[in-house]
């Protein structure tokens, strides 16, 4: 069984014309139903991935800079507003699971550090190695790895994990995720750019660049048909993006 079933959000009234509120993917926007245990969230810069994703995290009891229920390390300049206007319907409520960001994946770590200062066993999730001293990349699969496993129902939030993964290791994310998605109560909320990240079987998507949000497929999506678009031709693409340039 998977965690959560629905997200609902009802905007105040009169709709504020101020951020979040005014974001065109929330315009009408009233529930997102979770059918498979992995969700894509896309959309370009700006859409509101992030800030739709961030107060799910807070609605759902995580730490608003990412980590998990029991992460307690000083929040900088976090808005969640949103989360006012949010509910979420669980099929049952979890308390284990993860809020990953790769843009304060930094303090996380070094939060991690911290703790390890204390008691050596802080470490022991990411294979006694400090995250400081893998690679951005490897810090990143250690964590997905060894911290983040499939054994309890657990609610798994990522933004943008591809930031710091090579092709090789989104794909080694992919199975990882395949594992979580088989234990039938690990349930995954992604926002994403990634092309090979998306094309995870049977995978809800999710794009904001529509008003409001709505559900796309695969081979519809933004990121895979510009990437192919772009792998098929590059010099058709690079003569149209250059063309005025050179003009
Ligand atoms: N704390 C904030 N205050 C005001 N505007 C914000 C804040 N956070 C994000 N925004 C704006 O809201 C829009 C959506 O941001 P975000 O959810 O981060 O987009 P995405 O993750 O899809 O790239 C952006 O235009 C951004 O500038
Ligand atoms: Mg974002």
Do not use: C
Request: overall charge negative.
């Amino acid at each position: 069984m998977l965690p959560l079933r629905e997200l609902t959000y009802q905007a105040p009234e009169p709709a504020p014309a101020t951020y979040p509120h005014h974001l065109p993917a929330l315009s009408g926007f009233q529930h997102l139903p979770f059918t498979q245990p992995v969700t894509f969230f896309i959309g370009d810069n700006g859409s509101g991935k992030s800030t739709l994703l961030e107060s799910l995290a807070v609605k759902a009891g995580f730490h608003a800079q990412g980590g998990s229920h029991h992460a307690n390390y000083p929040v900088a300049n976090t808005d969640t507003h949103l989360a006012d206007a949010l509910r979420l319907i669980w099929n049952r409520k979890v308390s284990n699971g993860f809020f990953f960001r790769a843009e304060s994946f930094f303090a996380y770590a070094s939060y991690v550090d911290e703790l390890a200062q204390d008691s050596a066993k802080a470490l022991q999730p990411f294979g006694g190695v400090s995250l400081h001293h893998r690679s951005h990349g490897e810090s990143f699969l250690a964590l997905f790895q060894n911290r983040l496993d499939a054994d309890r129902p657990a609610l798994y939030l990522f933004d943008e994990p591809e930031a710091a993964l090579s092709i090789t290791g989104q794909l080694a994310l992919l199975r990882i995720m395949h594992r979580w998605a088989k234990s039938g109560h690990v349930q995954v909320i992604v926002a994403t750019h990634s092309p090979i990240l998306l094309a995870f079987p049977k995978a809800a998507i999710w794009t904001f660049d529509t008003t409001p949000l709505s559900p796309t497929t695969y081979r519809e999506s933004a990121p895979y048909q510009v990437t192919r678009a772009f792998l098929e031709d590059p010099e058709r693409i690079f003569h149209e993006l250059f063309s005025e340039d050179d003009e």
